[in-house]
């Protein structure tokens, strides 16, 4: 999941439009925990997209690694 469609993107950018609201309407406490919450979400959604590469490159590093031993069974007498 790219993480410009991930679901914490979308509510960090609507806690960042209400952030936003309220300073506008003078409610300066609100707009700074709607920001506050908005970066959480932010970040949140940038942890949740590195896991999934770095699961992504550990899933492909492990089939690598089967096919490479599969190749070294199916020909014993070719090691280096």
């Given at each position: 999941?790219?993480?410009s469609?991930?679901?914490?993107?979308?509510?960090?950018?609507?806690?960042l439009?209400?952030a936003?609201?309220?300073?506008?309407?003078?409610?300066?406490?609100?707009?700074?925990?709607?920001?506050?919450?908005?970066?959480v979400?932010?970040?949140?959604?940038?942890?949740?997209a590195?896991?999934?590469?770095?699961?992504t490159?550990?899933?492909?590093?492990?089939?690598?690694?089967?096919?490479?031993?599969t190749?070294?069974?199916?020909?014993?007498?070719?090691?280096p």
């Amino acid at each position: 999941l790219p993480i410009s469609s991930s679901p914490e993107l979308s509510l960090a950018r609507n806690k960042l439009q209400a952030a936003q609201k309220a300073e506008a309407d003078k409610h300066p406490l609100e707009a700074k925990q709607l920001a506050e919450q908005a970066r959480v979400q932010a970040e949140l959604s940038v942890a949740r997209a590195s896991a999934a590469k770095a699961t992504t490159v550990n899933n492909d590093m492990k089939t690598s690694n089967t096919t490479l031993k599969t190749e070294l069974q199916r020909n014993p007498g070719t090691q280096p």
